[in-house]
């Protein structure tokens, strides 16, 4: 079957690199999602193990959409009996962008009424709707609609740790791409000089130590009645392969103290808490005799948080930071639009990435590179 991952925009070379990286080197884009082959046991795995992407959904069917009846008959003529027991609770979704079809409340209600006319005629029985979750949906670009099913349920970016709300936390899925997007690697120094509730430095304990952003979860395919053989297997395989004995040297600081017992809690329900070093400190107090490392954070924007000025003021003081530590790289992730002035240094790179539909940009500035073949030896001299 053909399996469709939709990623955030701006980070969908990262969601294929992690494909990949987990055995799917071939992907092609459909209807803007990244689509891999795959069987039964691959939804389990991707949904385990992916860190980047959103969800993971089925490819059911492709058509021309130009009327409502072409959307009914196409919807009609799927077997959904091959997914869906006759006691499924049937949820439609639609999309449409630049097409005939627009009213999105209207095609929901078309592919809902074909779905369970289809299934009251193979079952013969009115459907009571009490089982597990099926999430379905019909996204029509350009008049070509795709039909898929949901096997994720929930987001990928809920992976389970984060139970206690913050103020602007970023998106679980959204940190993973930005530790994606640096020069982070396990034996390398990290700080989050803005942690809120935790989030990057979790993500990027998770991925050091190997252990599948999804494995304590439950998926809807979990619910349902099939196979769960791959399922078992990718979470036997997650768990023997986590390096639980790796050491890692993530640090997680911000001013506010109720952010940092946040994320301690939330470090704690990851399973990572003996790992991250989490403190309350000002970004301005922050020094570090460690060479080589890398900051990645996500401070205050000025749009929801705090004044424009005090932002200046902050952005001000974090170059002023970056000059005292020659040889760390500084990733920031922000909406502010006039950051490498205020820094004080055009960044290497930026990328446009989306926070919670705020534009923003992830600048990366680079540190001094360690002569070759001496980083290993820094952080075994350093440990
Ligand atoms: C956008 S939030 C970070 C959210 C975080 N990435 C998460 O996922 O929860 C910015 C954080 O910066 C912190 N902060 C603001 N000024 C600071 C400063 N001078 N030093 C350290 N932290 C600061 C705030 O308390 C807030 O938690």
Excluded at 21 to 34: D, M, Q, S, W
Excluded at 66 to 88: G, I
Excluded at 320 to 349: C, H, M, Q
């Amino acid at each position: 079957m053909e399996l469709l991952i939709p990623a955030a925009f701006g980070v969908e070379a990262v969601v294929k690199r992690e494909l990949s990286r987990l055995g799917y080197p071939e992907t092609k884009a459909i209807n803007g999602r990244i689509g891999v082959s795959g069987e039964l046991s691959d939804i389990a795995k991707l949904n385990i193990n992916l860190s980047c992407g959103e969800r993971v959904l089925i490819l059911l069917a492709e058509f021309d959409a130009v009327t409502f009846d072409q959307v009914y008959e196409n919807a009609y003529a799927y077997d959904w009996q091959n997914f869906l027991p006759c006691n499924a609770r049937i949820l439609t979704y639609a999309k449409s962008v630049d097409s005939a079809l627009f009213a999105q409340k209207s095609l929901c209600s078309v592919l809902k009424k074909a779905i369970v006319d289809k299934l009251t005629n193979v079952y013969r029985r009115s459907l009571d709707e009490s089982g597990a979750r099926y999430m379905i949906e019909i996204s029509i670009y350009k008049n070509k609609a795709t039909l898929t099913l949901d096997t994720t349920g929930d987001g990928l970016h809920k992976r389970g740790y984060r139970k206690l709300a913050y103020t602007a936390p970023l998106k679980e899925t959204t940190a993973a791409a930005l530790i994606d997007l640096s020069v982070y690697n396990p034996d390398k120094y990290l700080a989050d000089l803005f942690c809120g509730s935790g989030t990057i430095p979790i993500e990027a304990c998770l991925r050091a130590i190997n252990k599948p952003v999804g494995i304590d979860r439950q998926f809807d395919y979990n619910f349902w009645n099939i196979d769960q053989s791959g399922d078992k297997l990718a979470r036997e395989e997650g768990y023997d392969n986590i390096k639980r004995d790796k050491k890692v040297f993530i640090s997680g600081f911000d001013i506010d103290k109720n952010a940092v017992s946040i994320a301690r809690y939330h470090a704690k329900l990851a399973g990572v808490e003996e790992k991250i070093h989490f403190q309350i400190a000002d970004m301005r107090q922050f020094s570090s005799k460690q060479r080589y490392g890398i900051v990645i954070s996500n401070p205050p924007y000025g749009e929801r948080l705090n004044t424009r000025k005090e932002v200046e003021i902050l952005y001000k003081d974090l170059g002023s930071l970056y000059k005292k530590l020659p040889d760390w790289s500084f990733y920031i992730l922000t909406s502010y639009p006039n950051f490498e002035r205020v820094f004080g240094k055009r960044a290497d790179k930026n990328r446009k990435i989306y926070n919670a539909n705020i534009e923003c940009r992830y600048y990366s500035i680079l540190g001094a590179k360690p002569p070759k073949n001496q980083e290993k030896r820094f952080v075994e001299t350093d440990e």
